[in-house]
């Protein structure tokens, strides 16, 4: 009788910190079993693929640089694509060789002064490896920071900012509106005054609307929200 080692779960989640270098396009994927004919579309998932830049590795889960993938399924078959996510801050990246922006745990600036200069000027990350939504016609990519980066669904090639949040700090899990198929989503504006802002984006529209706000003197970071 042979036996398969199994792995432990601490290796099993050191493996979700093995950089990807490579996009991937592979027409037929092996099909164990018979897939309904009825099935088709395409499944399409964010998450961090790379982890070193420039000689220096990212900290954490929300940190890899993002990819795209997709599973389509059309007559029984199953094809599979994936590209990075062409956001600004893996343009800098690739360009560069080194982490430009700051991600939600790896600060990219060394020095004293560079980091003390960073408090005032932040470079806010666009990396959306954290979660997808469909707005309407439009496919966008999410992170902790508010902003978004959409995407072409067939290609996966990266179509902009589709709208700009009213604050600093967001969250990747928005909610439907099921009366107006719009996104409902809040932004945590910082400054000497701080507040909630509870947003709704119309599928068609590129502004939210604030439509509820809450001052708050410490405000918290938040993942998600019901």
Not at 25 to 30: A, F, I, Q, S
Not at 109 to 119: E, I, K, P
Not at 180 to 191: H, P
Request: proline share 8%.
């Amino acid at each position: 009788m042979s036996t398969v080692e199994k792995a432990s779960p601490a290796a099993s989640a050191r493996r979700g910190f093995d950089s990807l270098a490579e996009e991937t396009h592979v027409r037929g994927l092996p099909v164990r079993g018979e897939l309904p004919p009825w099935l088709t579309g395409s499944l399409i998932r964010t998450g961090p693929a790379k982890w070193d830049v420039g000689g220096r590795t990212m900290n954490h889960w929300f940190d890899g640089l993002a990819m795209l993938h997709r599973f389509a399924f059309v007559e029984g078959g199953v094809s599979y694509a994936s590209r990075f996510l062409e956001s600004r801050a893996f343009r800098a990246a690739s360009d560069r060789g080194e982490i430009a922006y700051s991600e939600f745990a790896t600060d990219p600036c060394r020095s004293l002064f560079q980091r003390v200069s960073a408090m005032f000027s932040p470079k806010l990350t666009d990396n959306a490896n954290v979660n997808l939504t469909r707005l309407g016609e439009r496919f966008i990519s999410m992170t902790e920071t508010p902003i978004p980066v959409e995407f072409d669904a067939q290609t996966l090639a990266a179509a902009g900012v589709p709208y700009d949040p009213p604050g600093h700090l967001s969250t990747a899990h928005p909610h439907l509106d099921r009366a107006t198929k719009g996104m409902l989503n809040y932004a945590a504006k910082l400054g000497p005054r701080s507040s909630y802002r509870f947003f709704l984006l119309p599928p068609g529209a590129a502004k939210p609307r604030v439509i509820a706000s809450a001052h708050v003197s410490r405000p918290a970071y938040m993942h998600s929200f019901g």
